[in-house]
């Protein structure tokens, strides 16, 4: 999974890995990548690394809305059982301050308090950041 861009990318980027349902087929897996490279592409992001393991990044900075944003997209697809998200960084690798204690954030599809938290985001009522588990103390 690989996109290119001929102008430089932003200062920002964050790590994503997948887990996929045991068992699905090749053809669902390249399906899912395909709808993953597509959605990315419609919202700015440009994506390197392998299906299941990639980072992304994007010709702007970078937010934790971005990062919710891919996660919710991530957690709609039949395939998707959990989601990791690394912490935001600078182009010198260093995290930024959105990063909270946890170096990675992590969202199992089946969770009935992601998709609380979930709800709440699409109503408006809790940000991006106050979304992200990088500021909480264990896993959504």
Do not use: N
Request: glycine fraction near 8%; proline fraction near 6%.
């Amino acid at each position: 999974m690989k996109q290119e861009s001929t102008s430089s990318l932003a200062a920002r980027s964050f790590a994503v890995q997948v887990f996929i349902r045991r068992g699905a087929p090749l053809s669902d897996t390249l399906r899912f990548e395909q709808r993953v490279l597509e959605w990315c592409a419609d919202h700015g992001y440009l994506l390197e690394g392998a299906q299941t393991s990639f980072s992304v990044t994007a010709e702007r900075e970078l937010c934790a809305l971005d990062q919710v944003d891919l996660l919710l997209a991530l957690l709609d697809e039949p395939l998707v059982r959990l989601a990791r998200l690394g912490p935001i960084k600078s182009d010198s690798g260093d995290p930024t301050d959105e990063m909270g204690p946890r170096p990675w954030a992590e969202a199992d599809a089946s969770d009935p308090l992601v998709a609380a938290a979930r709800e709440l985001y699409e109503a408006g009522r809790l940000g991006g950041v106050g979304f992200s588990p990088m500021r909480a103390a264990t896993r959504w």
